[in-house]
Nanobody
Framework: QVQLVESGGGLVQPGGSLRLSCATS????????????RNWYRQAPGKERELVAA???????NYLESVKGRFTISGDNAKNTVYLQMNSLKPEDTAVYFC????????????WGQGTQVTVSS
């Protein structure tokens, strides 16, 4: 099992910044054979959940096109924590942001945090 706890959400004005954190715990995190992808998703009211940024144990990093150049995903493996630095925030970034951990090689290992609200408004 993997437990994920997000923090860092809140209300920010357009053009502002926030940093989300996702603290991860669980014994399988130490199993390198699992491989992993640590992901940030978001879901706005009335919209489908979308992948915002992803970082994997193979070194791949990917971003949603609309956040490229503004958001940065990073990880601290010693702390088992993944971050999402969000700059130049726009009202359309308003959503609940979810942290996700999944194994690259075993489909059943797929875990989610509870979500944190990000609101961009003046």
């Amino acid at each position: 099992q993997v437990q994920l706890v997000e923090s860092g959400g809140g209300l920010v004005q357009p053009g502002g910044s926030l940093r989300l954190s996702c603290a991860t715990s669980g014994t399988i995190l130490n199993n390198r054979a699992m491989g992993w992808s640590r992901n940030w998703y978001r879901q706005a009211p009335g919209k489908e959940r979308e992948l915002v940024a992803a970082i994997s144990s193979t070194g791949n990093i990917n971003y949603l096109e609309s956040v490229k150049g503004r958001f940065t995903i990073s990880g601290d493996n010693a702390k088992n924590t993944v971050y999402l630095q969000m700059n130049s925030l726009k009202p359309e970034d308003t959503a609940v942001y979810f942290c996700n951990w999944r194994s690259l090689y075993f489909r059943d290992y797929d875990y989610w945090g509870q979500g944190t609200q990000v609101t961009v408004s003046s």
